[in-house]
């Protein structure tokens, strides 16, 4: 099996964004979104992913970050799913829970196909790094949706909003890593085929 790897274009009035994602990966992580505080949390779940990742982002950011983290969790999906090809043999299910300081966060994941998020950011403070908490939410939904996976987020405890989102992108990095590992011969499901 060759490196599964894949380039997601998008360019709207919103965003104009370049991704390429590769699962069996290097480190390698170069994130450009134009805001700081993102790529510092998409470089942390890449890495902890084990993915090469090399995205670039140019948003319409003199309005807010809304359209570009919802943007680029579209096309980290997208990526996700298109390097997945037809998910033979992949784990599937995984889970990772993740302290950072006071913090800690827990994500379980399933790359059925079917898409889901369950995600209560009442812990997180209304605003995080001058951004209001909710483009994260946006994020995490639109990366599940478009990547076909079910995505549940849980804020354990904490109180500082950068600890709370790291713990979350790391374990979510941990979470993928294990669940795109090839350890079947088959496909992960009862039914035979996953959606």
Same mark, same amino acid.
């Given at each position: 099996?060759?490196?599964?790897? !894949?380039?997601?274009?998008? /360019?709207?009035?919103?965003?104009?964004?370049?991704?390429?994602?590769?699962?069996? %990966?290097?480190?390698?992580?170069?994130?450009?979104?134009?805001? %700081?505080? !993102?790529? $510092?949390?998409?470089?942390?779940? /890449?890495?902890?992913?084990?993915?090469?990742?090399?995205?670039?982002?140019?948003?319409?950011?003199?309005? @807010?970050? $809304?359209?570009?983290?919802?943007?680029?969790?579209?096309?980290?999906?997208? !990526?996700? +799913?298109?390097?997945?090809?037809?998910? $033979?043999?992949?784990?599937?299910?995984?889970?990772?829970?993740?302290?950072? @300081? =006071?913090?800690? /966060?827990?994500?379980?994941?399933?790359? +059925?196909?079917?898409?889901?998020?369950?995600?209560?950011? /009442?812990?997180?403070?209304?605003?995080? !790094?001058?951004?209001?908490?909710?483009?994260?939410?946006?994020?995490?939904?639109?990366?599940?949706?478009?990547?076909?996976?079910?995505?549940?987020?849980?804020?354990?405890?904490?109180?500082?909003?950068?600890?709370?989102? =790291?713990?979350?992108?790391?374990?979510?990095?941990?979470?993928?890593?294990?669940?795109?590992?090839?350890?079947?011969?088959?496909? +992960?499901?009862?039914?035979?085929?996953?959606?």
């Amino acid at each position: 099996m060759g490196k599964r790897t !894949a380039t997601v274009k998008r /360019a709207t009035k919103e965003t104009d964004i370049l991704l390429t994602l590769t699962l069996e %990966g290097e480190g390698r992580v170069s994130v450009d979104t134009g805001i %700081g505080f !993102a790529d $510092h949390m998409l470089t942390l779940a /890449a890495f902890w992913a084990g993915f090469d990742l090399d995205l670039t982002c140019r948003g319409d950011l003199e309005i @807010d970050s $809304h359209h570009t983290l919802e943007d680029i969790g579209l096309c980290l999906g997208q !990526a996700l +799913s298109e390097a997945l090809e037809d998910k $033979h043999g992949i784990v599937r299910v995984a889970s990772a829970k993740v302290p950072m @300081d =006071e913090a800690l /966060a827990e994500v379980v994941i399933d790359l +059925s196909g079917r898409p889901y998020i369950v995600y209560d950011d /009442a812990l997180l403070p209304d605003i995080i !790094a001058g951004d209001e908490k909710d483009v994260w939410r946006e994020f995490f939904k639109s990366f599940a949706y478009r990547a076909g996976m079910n995505l549940h987020i849980q804020f354990v405890y904490g109180q500082n909003g950068h600890h709370l989102l =790291e713990a979350a992108f790391k374990a979510l990095g941990i979470a993928l890593s294990q669940a795109v590992r090839v350890g079947r011969s088959g496909v +992960s499901s009862t039914k035979g085929s996953l959606d």
